[in-house]
């Protein structure tokens, strides 16, 4: 994208997704590193372990993983363009042995039955048309005793009618407000058992917080070469958007499960616990 260019009508009419290509901003899993360590730790990963990251975007699960674990990991994604830039994190991590990235469809995947030993699907099957055919599909690539780890975000407190429709214009999706429940049961009525859940809710940012990282994200060298009309409607319409979700989020939070195909031969767990 030739930079120069760009009018402030282009950035207007970017959607989301387009936006945050532009300013390289680095899409991750919910929780982004906290989660990812714990998934490192629960699922075991170490050398030799074979991981599925689906909806990789820019690589960011995929790369902090193959680092905490030493696994083997590939990275699959239906944006080349994120995909291009995840390999060159992964060379410039020097990491590029232990990972691939490759394009391909969480509802159609490319790949052979029974390859995992972990399938990350993070948010992403929210996302998706057939969400069904999305986690057959990642029961298919999984082996039998692999764990599939799904951390899907929902809503906490209830959001007001204008509140859905500003996000699902901004993510240009028609978003209906779930919550725990509707994930607890999608994940586990048909094909998975859930090994071990935590729950956890967004920090509630300041708009101070907010505009801080928006100035870090828009300070970055490759945006200079944007006229001055250009980059500041860039400024106004990311904050906007940043401001959005700030507002959203606090509205919400995710669990990171780690499920298990069900097994008739085993006896279902009674006497459960929580922390105290
Ligand atoms: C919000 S990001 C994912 C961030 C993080 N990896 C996670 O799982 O929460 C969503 C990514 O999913 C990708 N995506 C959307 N539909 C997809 C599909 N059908 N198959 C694979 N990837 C898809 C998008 O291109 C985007 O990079």
């Given at each position: 994208m030739n930079l120069k260019k760009l009018t402030s009508n282009d950035i207007e009419k970017m959607s989301y997704n387009e936006l945050i290509g532009l300013v390289k901003e680095t899409n991750r899993i919910p929780g982004g590193s906290q989660t990812i360590a714990y998934i490192s730790a629960m699922s075991g990963l170490q050398p030799g372990k074979k991981v599925l990251d689906i909806g990789t975007s820019t690589g960011n699960t995929a790369i902090e993983l193959a680092n905490l674990s030493g696994a083997n990991i590939v990275g699959i994604d239906i944006n080349e363009n994120s995909l291009e830039e995840a390999r060159k994190r992964a060379i410039s991590c020097n990491l590029d042995k232990l990972l691939s990235f490759q394009l391909d469809n969480a509802m159609q995947l490319s790949l052979a039955d029974k390859t995992f030993d972990v399938v990350v699907c993070g948010n992403v099957t929210s996302l998706l048309s057939d969400r069904k055919k999305a986690l057959s599909e990642y029961k298919r690539v999984l082996k039998d005793t692999g764990f599939l780890v799904a951390v899907p975000m929902y809503y906490i407190k209830k959001p007001s009618k204008q509140l859905i429709r500003d996000v699902s214009k901004a993510i240009q999706v028609d978003i209906k407000p779930l919550y725990k429940d509707f994930w607890k049961q999608f994940f586990t009525e048909d094909e998975f058992d859930i090994f071990i859940e935590k729950d956890f809710a967004f920090d509630q940012l300041s708009e101070e917080q907010v505009d801080k990282f928006c100035d870090y994200i828009l300070?970055?060298?490759?945006?200079?070469?944007?006229s001055p009309e250009a980059a500041i409607t860039l400024r106004r319409v990311y904050r906007e958007y940043m401001q959005l979700f700030r507002y959203n989020l606090a509205h919400m939070g995710y669990t990171v499960m780690l499920l298990r195909k069900k097994n008739p031969d085993m006896d279902p767990e009674l006497f459960t616990a929580h922390p105290i």
């Open positions: 300070s970055r060298k490759h945006l200079q070469n944007l």
